[in-house]
């Protein structure tokens, strides 16, 4: 069974620093884009930051920008967003969303994704 699972969120306060974590299993990780997506309460779920399965192709919305780095290992078949300078703002639920996409392909929309995970809360509060 596919499956994906977070870690690393928490409470971190404004300008702060947080790696999170995505771990797959049970799928052909390398033949698969992988995403980081969002949801803040009573806000859609939005697309942060897509790597391509060789990681040629890197994409990351406006708002974060400079600020988070999406890596991956597909040795360990891992995701990794590094995110730095957290604002309030950049509160939310995360996920991890993997998709069977074109090779150097990646996006950061929700339905070219089969996959997801459960989630990990990421609260930036002073």
């Known amino acids: 069974q596919v499956q994906l699972v977070e870690s690393g969120g928490g409470l971190v306060q404004p300008g702060g620093s947080l790696r999170l974590s995505c771990a797959a299993s049970?799928?052909?990780?390398?033949?698969?884009?992988i995403a980081w997506f969002r949801q803040a309460p009573g806000k859609e779920r939005e697309g942060v930051s897509c790597i391509s399965t060789n990681a040629n192709t890197i994409d990351y919305t406006d708002a974060v920008k400079g600020r988070f780095t999406i890596s991956r290992d597909n040795a360990k078949k891992t995701v990794h967003l590094q995110m730095n300078s957290l604002k309030p703002e950049d509160t939310a639920v995360y996920y991890c969303a993997a998709g069977r996409l074109l090779e150097d392909y990646c996006s950061i929309r929700r339905y070219v994704y089969d996959y997801w995970g459960q989630g990990t809360q990421v609260t930036v509060s002073s």
């Open positions: 049970a799928f052909t990780f390398n033949d698969y884009a």
